[in-house]
């Protein structure tokens, strides 16, 4: 059994430990955003300000920027998804690692919203209407609870394609490491990507269309997942993966995060290139509101645009950018 200690654990992003630029995020993320060595389309940090026609309107650059931990490994999760549209479901996974991020050693979360061509290609039921990329981001940077996460350089909104956005995040993840960090790029993906019919490199969770990840992280803490059913002493083992094994609590503080944030069971997956490991929080309980994708698709595909803003303003985020652009492009 592993022991707790070999899994990520404290980073603290408070403000009064920023004490050089090379222990905090932004000269690292800086210097991968103009790297000769990208290819295709550049990759940006969203500007609401510039999308929205503010004149003399700089970069938003945080006012503080996280600080990087020489005595833990720093976890770079990238929360990538269509968001077709941006719906209160996603907000509350968001507000699930800000408010746990120092217990998961988490130092910054992205989230990249996939081009409008490749939601396009996804057999998604009621997809008739897609979203572009921009849209989705203005819908997130727009929250007032995302705000504050964004303007301490917590959280990040990527603007890119599939290839670009992970070259950015990897060769900002070097940097950090050649600069005697510990860093992993972690994928975080939804309970509804892992299958016990079939291995990972395939659907649904098609790990190998991520590029180059060190670990991947699943959590039931929003959703059930079909691997584990909460009381079970063990998890079904996945196609394709190494068995499931549970980190060991190694002391009080370990098991004290394990009745907050839930037990923590680590996988490889053997298909994937690379071999990433999968962690799982299996919590107790699964704190779902229910929300579907599905459902707030179909209404946007028959209703009119007075009902979909009627049926949809408590579960659609920013609501009115969305009603805005449907009313434009839609009429």
């Not at 929250?143 to 950015?168: F, K, T």
């Amino acid at each position: 059994m592993a022991s707790s200690s070999d899994i990520p654990t404290q980073v603290n992003k408070d403000k009064s430990e920023v004490s050089t630029d090379q222990d905090i995020l932004w000269p690292y993320l800086q210097k991968a955003l103009i790297s000769r060595n990208l290819t295709g389309t550049p990759v940006s940090l969203f500007n609401d300000n510039l999308e929205r026609g503010i004149q003399n309107s700089s970069p938003d650059l945080p006012a503080a920027w996280p600080t990087l931990k020489r005595d833990a490994t720093n976890q770079i999760l990238l929360f990538p998804g269509s968001f077709n549209p941006p719906h209160q479901g996603d907000l509350a996974t968001i507000r699930y690692f800000s408010d746990h991020c120092d217990q998961l050693g988490i130092v910054a979360m992205f989230i990249f919203a996939d081009p409008d061509e490749i939601i396009g290609t996804k057999e998604k039921k009621w997809g008739k209407i897609i979203l572009p990329q921009k849209l989705h981001n203005r819908m997130f940077a727009q929250v007032p609870e995302l705000s504050p996460l964004i303007e301490d350089g917590w959280l990040h909104l990527l603007v890119g394609d599939m290839e670009g956005h992970i070259q950015v995040l990897r060769t900002m993840t070097g940097l950090i490491s050649e600069a005697g960090f510990d860093v992993k790029l972690v994928g975080f993906f939804g309970g509804d990507k892992l299958s016990v019919e079939s291995p990972p490199h395939l659907p649904p969770g098609d790990l190998t269309a991520w590029g180059p990840i060190d670990d991947f992280l699943i959590t039931n803490a929003r959703r059930p997942v079909v691997f584990y059913d909460p009381g079970q002493l063990a998890l079904h083992n996945l196609p394709g993966c190494t068995e499931w094994e549970r980190a060991a609590s190694t002391n009080e503080v370990a098991v004290a995060e394990e009745q907050r944030l839930g037990e923590l069971w680590f996988c490889k997956a053997l298909t994937v290139p690379g071999e990433p490991y999968i962690q799982f929080r299996a919590s107790h309980s699964s704190a779902s509101n229910g929300i579907s994708s599905t459902r707030i698709r179909k209404i946007m595909v028959h209703a009119s645009v007075e009902e979909i803003y009627e049926l949809l303003k408590d579960e659609v985020l920013s609501i009115e950018v969305m009603i805005e652009w449907l009313q434009t492009n839609m009429s």
